[in-house]
């Protein structure tokens, strides 16, 4: 993940940590470092055809049924294990807007919480559950551009 960041001229800074598997887990390690740090939400639609990677403020509430409505898809629900392995090449625990770097065929839509947008730094695990890396928010979406999966920013 460094390598592309590295590529793209992100800087960014490492944590490195015991693996957490939930934001609750992740929050003793949090303490000191600087940033917004997100939860990171691997949705599907009712029929399983459209995926969603949803990122949000770590403590902000996600209501899946009124997130449907405002983004224009029917009944949500969180998407397998092996969806997720399919989608983003991630584990459950892992769940990364890091892993659009393995959805070439881009067909997971990410939906960002307008909130972050007052964030200076965002943090995310980079693609495991060992570390946190935190960037700048504008580089953050610079790296979404380069991904180049459709992207919605929406009040969660």
């Known amino acids: 993940m460094s390598s592309v960041l590295e590529q793209l001229g992100i800087v960014f800074e490492r944590f490195d940590h015991p693996p957490v598997f939930t934001v609750d887990e992740a929050l003793v390690h949090w303490a000191g470092i600087q940033g917004t740090h997100c939860k990171n939400l691997f949705l599907r639609n ?3 055809a459209r995926h969603y990677l949803v990122v949000v403020e770590h ?5 899946l049924k009124r997130l449907a409505t405002v983004i ?3 009944r949500l629900s ?3 294990p092996e969806r997720l ?3 983003l090449g991630l584990m459950p625990g892992s769940v990364s807007p890091f892993g659009l770097i393995n959805n070439t065929a881009h067909d997971v839509t990410v ?8 964030s200076e730094r965002v943090a995310f695990h980079p ?5 946190t890396f935190t960037l700048l928010f504008a580089d953050f979406e610079r790296f979404l551009t380069w991904c180049g999966n459709p992207v919605k920013t929406v009040h969660i």
């Open 127 to 131: 693609n495991t559950n060992t570390a």
């Open 111 to 118: 939906v960002l919480d307008a909130g972050l947008a007052a």
């Open 72 to 74: 224009g898809d029917d």
């Open 46 to 48: 009712n029929k399983g």
């Open 78 to 80: 969180f998407a397998s």
């Open 59 to 63: 403590s902000k509430p996600v209501d």
């Open 85 to 87: 392995l399919k989608h």
